[in-house]
């Protein structure tokens, strides 16, 4: 397995969609490119098909709770390619709704971090992840909410400032 970071250009967007279970049902060409896979291989596969074993669950229950309660949200993430390599985003996602106000599916844009972002994230990700390690995704979402207090902010408050 190669363990390469992949990067891409900063005026680029990678783009995906899914239904309300988080299956891909849309990637633009740059999403199915830095995956990897080819489209077929993509389409109605769980979103987590590209989770990276270092990203803290953490934060995917953050995701889909506010993604499920109709709101947006900005995270990073870093992404596993089919080869085992690997790429970090900076994602909103967002839900889309139907004309009844129901969500009828998700959708995100990511854009290329900046680097300054990641030297905060990168050892926050590696602590909450330790943590559930050891102590399970309440003892991370419980270390989360603790820097967030610390500091005075919410999470879209401290995500958006790096
Ligand atoms: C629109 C949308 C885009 C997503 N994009 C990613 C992604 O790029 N990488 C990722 O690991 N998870 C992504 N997720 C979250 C996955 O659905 C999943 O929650 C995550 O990979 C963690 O896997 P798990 O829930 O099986 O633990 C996305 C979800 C949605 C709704």
Redesign the pocket.
């Known amino acids: 397995m190669s363990n390469q970071e992949l990067t891409f250009g900063e005026e680029e967007f990678i783009v ?3 239904d309300l279970n ?1 299956k891909i049902t849309y990637g633009n060409s740059l999403f199915i490119e830095m995956s990897g896979y080819d489209e077929l291989s993509l389409l109605d596969k ?3 098909i ?3 074993e270092d ?1 803290p ?1 953490v934060v ?1 229950k953050l ?2 709770s506010r ?1 499920k309660e109709g709101k947006e949200i900005f995270a990073y ?1 870093k ?1 596993k390619t089919k080869n085992g390599d690997f790429y970090w985003v900076f ?1 909103h ?1 967002t839900p889309s709704f139907d004309t009844d106000r129901k969500i009828s599916n ?3 844009v990511r854009r290329k971090p900046t680097q300054k972002a990641l030297d905060v994230i990168k050892p926050l990700y590696a602590t909450l992840l330790q943590k559930e390690k050891t102590g399970g995704i309440n003892v991370s979402e419980a270390a989360l909410n603790q820097l967030l207090k610390e500091k005075g902010v919410s999470y879209d408050e401290f995500i958006l400032s790096l």
Do not use: D, E, Q
């Open positions: 995906s969609k899914t988080g769980p979103h987590n590209l989770r990276h990203m669950s995917f995701l889909w993604i993430v992404n994602a996602v998700y959708h995100s």
